[in-house]
T-cell receptor
Framework: DAGVIQSPRHEVTEMGQEVTLRCKPI?????LFWYRQTMMRGLELLIY????????DSGMPEDRFSAKMPNASFSTLKIQPSEPRDSAVYFC???????????????FGPGTRLTVT | GDSVTQMEGPVTLSEEAFLTINCTYT??????LFWYVQYPGEGLQLLLK?????DKGSNKGFEATYRKETTSFHLEKGSVQVSDSAVYFC?????????????FGKGTHLIIQP
């Protein structure tokens, strides 16, 4: 299995530009999570989906952030307009709950390092 | 809300030393507890987990016991290796880890010197 795939791995953009981060979960997994990692705040959950439906988006910092999951094999996290304080590493993770929710494990992608100048 | 507190480090040890990384949590009910490891430039990998009080998770020589009375889940290893150098995250979940988000500690940077 290829694991969780994220693209791009690195993104540098100017303030005010739109940024789109992409994630392909492990095939067959029914949960998808987006996290953000910064030095100041550590790892924070932004939003997660179950069967392509957003379940909890309370961690999305502002209306500038939006996430979609149009099908089971693809999700995007969009920031528009971007700001320097959005600079962080963004991780996508997926899990399969079918064996029982108390045994499922989240598998993380390698992350996208975003720098907004 | 839920929270996890862990020593941030960096923690620097010599090879073959004993390792303890402290982790305490605040949560209502009976969360599941986890340790994740992050190697440079990579995503997080699950190291071990425990889903109920007094459970011991173990993997690759690392161990942690779920102590509800002290709300703790300290990570230990008897003899560390240079290859254990990484950032270690303590985390909790209400569902067992797969069906809701994880709440993470700030991470502990571990450096093992030969």
């Amino acid at each position: 299995d290829a694991g969780v795939i994220q693209s791009p791995r690195h993104e540098v953009t100017e303030m005010g530009q739109e940024v789109t981060l992409r994630c392909k979960p492990i095939s067959g997994h029914d949960y998808l999570f987006w996290y953000r990692q910064t030095m100041m705040r550590g790892l924070e959950l932004l939003i997660y989906f179950n069967n392509n439906v957003p379940i909890d988006d309370s961690g999305m910092p502002e209306d500038r952030f939006s996430a979609k999951m149009p099908n089971a094999s693809f999700s995007t996290l969009k920031i528009q307009p971007s700001e320097p304080r959005d600079s962080a590493v963004y991780f996508c993770a997926s899990s399969l709950s079918g064996r029982g929710v108390f045994s499922a494990e989240q598998y993380f992608g390698p992350g996208t390092r975003l720098t907004v100048t | 809300g839920d929270s996890v507190t862990q020593m941030e480090g960096p923690v620097t040890l010599s090879e073959e030393a004993f390792l303890t990384i402290n982790c305490t949590y605040t949560a209502t009910g009976y969360p599941s507890l986890f340790w994740y490891v992050q190697y440079p430039g990579e995503g997080l990998q699950l190291l071990l987990k425990a889903t109920k009080a007094d459970d011991k998770g173990s993997n690759k020589g690392f161990e942690a016991t779920y102590r509800k009375e002290t709300t703790s889940f300290h990570l230990e290893k008897g003899s560390v290796q240079v290859s254990d150098s990484a950032v270690y995250f303590c985390a909790l979940s209400r569902s067992g880890g797969g069906a809701d988000g994880l709440t993470f500690g700030k991470g502990t940077h571990l450096i093992i010197q030969p």
